[in-house]
């Protein structure tokens, strides 16, 4: 099965099951009949699928698991049709995409895991469908947001300074997961909470060096800040001793 090199997918098929393609690496074109009846895209679906370039989603389908396309390195291109009912993408379900360059999320979409693009490298915008009333891309920026809340920045913006949009109240986990080049992040008054891990993973030698808060109220920053002899602040990503503390400044909103 794992030299299978192409796939028609039925009319029939109303859902393709966990691991139903996983480890075929040689899969290199995944098509569905026209009036595909389609609903779900199981778990590590297409797990390993490393030569598939491009998919186009069925209208019907509503959900996508948890690693679904885990490891499909070379997939440049996910559409989805027309009117989608998409309504979940899970857990990893991108992980890997290394290729991946942009992505445009259905007005339908109501969840999205936070983990869903972990380790798109090459990940620069995640655009929503107008209409949507969960998510948005706050103006076209390509940064994912649920609601006020910033659920995930893409790993491949080059920008090295972001400004969260003013409105902004919520900082998600592992929102800023392993960025590449963002060094300095400047943090609105509005925002009243950052969750744990917000910036996890960012040891690679072009993470975040410098937050700037602007705050004169109360502000959730969960356990992650210490205070160091020096009245220094610091954000610590993780308990490994080699990774450097992002260095916190707190600054009376202007």
């Known amino acids: 099965a794992n030299k299978l090199p192409s796939i028609e997918i039925p009319d029939s098929v109303t859902s393709i099951l966990d691991y139903a393609f996983s480890g075929c690496s040689e899969l290199s074109s995944v098509t ?54 998409l309504t979940s993408i899970g857990a990893t379900a991108f992980v890997g995409a290394t290729s991946l360059t942009s992505i445009i999320i259905p007005k339908s979409v109501t969840t999205i895991a936070s983990t869903a693009f972990y380790y798109t490298y090459a990940l620069t915008d995640i655009y929503v469908e107008n209409g949507n009333t969960n998510y ?32 902004t ?3 998600g986990t592992h929102s800023f997961f392993d960025t590449q080049y963002l060094r300095n992040l400047i943090i609105p008054d509005s925002v009243t909470s950052i969750e744990a891990n917000a910036f996890s993973n960012t040891d690679n030698g072009k993470s975040i060096l410098n937050i700037i808060i602007y705050s004169d109220g ?34 009376t909103p202007p």
């Open 32 to 85: 569905f009949a026209d009036n595909s009846q389609l609903t779900s895209i199981g778990s590590k679906a297409f797990r390993g699928a490393l030569v598939l370039t491009e998919i186009t989603i069925p209208y019907g389908v509503t959900s996508i698991g948890s690693s679904a396309f885990n490891g499909a390195s070379a997939l440049t291109s996910v559409t989805f049709e027309t009117d989608s009912q």
């Open 136 to 167: 948005n891309d706050s103006s076209h920026s390509g940064v994912l947001f649920y609601g006020t809340t910033l659920q995930f920045y893409p790993l491949g913006k080059t920008e090295e300074e972001y400004t969260i949009p003013s409105g």
């Open 169 to 171: 109240t919520k900082i």
């Open 218 to 251: 109360y502000i959730n920053l969960t356990s992650n800040i210490q205070l160091d002899d020096d009245e220094t602040y610091y954000w610590t990503t993780s308990s490994y001793s080699e990774m450097e503390p992002i260095l916190v400044t707190f600054k």
